[in-house]
Every structure is written in C-alpha cells, then in structure tokens.
C-alpha cells in the first residue's frame, strides 16, 4: 500500500507531541531516551503500534487524516508510553499498571486503553460510475483518486470511474 502523502504540518505536530511527551518522559524518569522512529505505515483500523525492539512507532496515515489533533495527543503518547514501560520494566502486560502509571503519572495523559476513533471509513465504500454500470471503491481507492494519485477505469466499456451512483 501506498502511504497517504500527510500534509508537513500535520507530521511536524506528531513530532512534537512525540517530543513533548520524551521530553516530561526524561524529566519524570531522569533519563534520556532516544526518539523512537516514527513510521506512517499502520493499515487496517489500528490507529497505531508499537514496535519494541525497532524502537519504532507505527502510525495509520487514514485515522490521522481524519481525526488529526485528537489523534496526536491520544495515540502518540500511549504507543509511546508502551516503548518508555519496555525499557523501563521490560515485557509486561501492555495496557497493566505499568503502563498506566507511565501514561497518567509520567506523560499525564489520561490512560484509555483503546481508540475512540471511527473506522467507518475504513470499512466503507464510495459509489462511482462509469458509462455501463456502478462501482464501489475502498476508502483506500478512493483516497487516491482524491489526492489525484490514479484514475479508475472500468474493465467492461473502458470508461473513467467518475464519483457518484450510477444513473439508473
Ligand atoms: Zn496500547
Ligand atoms: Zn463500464
């Protein structure tokens, strides 16, 4: 899959909560932890993951389009929080007291083990036509139509997949 091109703003933001959360993290804990990599390849309806020895952060491009500031500061710093509990304790539950702690004592972040985020539109499909007859695209097609990455055409007539239902 094609990561979705993210606005620079919107990337330097989760930097910075990334290091805002590292640096109350370094100040709490009296250490310094080096900045975990943050990559933008989480699929599905994840909102993201943690990747313990990589030291990694992985992040769904489509939930961060869509819900961006509540994004950055609820998922940044509880991937985060579970790399700071690794180092910290080594292998433990994931969402356990550690991570609590780590979480509303160390970032002060209230701890919510999951996402509110919605994932409709990971499921959902957009309607388009072509001149013969409707077609349904992923959110994932329809995303790079969106963002003019492809066009779509239809392997019956040869027609352009146009956005919309199909006149009946
Ligand atoms: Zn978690
Ligand atoms: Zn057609």
Same mark, same amino acid.
């Given at each position: 899959?094609?990561?979705?091109?993210?606005?620079?703003?919107?990337?330097?933001?989760?930097?910075? #909560?990334?290091?805002?959360?590292?640096?109350?993290?370094? %100040?709490?804990?009296?250490?310094?932890?080096?900045?975990?990599?943050?990559?933008?390849?989480?699929?599905?309806?994840?909102?993201? #993951?943690?990747?313990?020895?990589?030291?990694?952060?992985?992040?769904?491009?489509?939930?961060?389009?869509?819900?961006?500031?509540?994004?950055?500061?609820?998922?940044?710093?509880?991937?985060?929080?579970?790399?700071?509990?690794?180092?910290?304790?080594?292998?433990?539950?994931?969402?356990?007291?550690?991570?609590?702690?780590?979480?509303?004592?160390?970032?002060?972040? %209230?701890?919510?083990?999951?996402?509110?985020? %919605?994932?409709? %539109?990971?499921?959902?499909?957009?309607?388009?036509?072509?001149?013969?007859?409707?077609?349904?695209?992923?959110?994932?097609?329809?995303?790079?139509?969106?963002?003019?990455?492809?066009?779509?055409?239809?392997?019956?007539?040869?027609?352009?997949?146009?956005?919309?239902?199909?006149?009946?």
């Amino acid at each position: 899959m094609k990561t979705p091109r993210l606005p620079i703003a919107l990337q330097q933001a989760v930097m910075h #909560s990334l290091r805002l959360h590292l640096q109350r993290a370094g %100040s709490h804990l009296k250490q310094t932890f080096a900045e975990p990599t943050i990559l933008y390849q989480q699929r599905g309806t994840t909102a993201g #993951s943690a990747w313990l020895q990589q030291w990694e952060i992985r992040l769904n491009p489509v939930l961060l389009l869509e819900n961006k500031q509540p994004f950055i500061d609820e998922v940044v710093p509880h991937e985060l929080a579970h790399l700071l509990v690794w180092k910290q304790f080594g292998k433990v539950a994931p969402h356990g007291k550690e991570w609590k702690w780590m979480m509303e004592t160390v970032l002060g972040v %209230s701890a919510r083990r999951t996402h509110r985020f %919605s994932t409709d %539109s990971l499921q959902k499909t957009f309607a388009y036509h072509c001149q013969c007859r409707q077609h349904l695209l992923t959110v994932r097609r329809h995303n790079r139509v969106l963002r003019g990455e492809t066009r779509y055409r239809c392997t019956g007539c040869g027609g352009e997949l146009l956005r919309g239902e199909y006149p009946q």
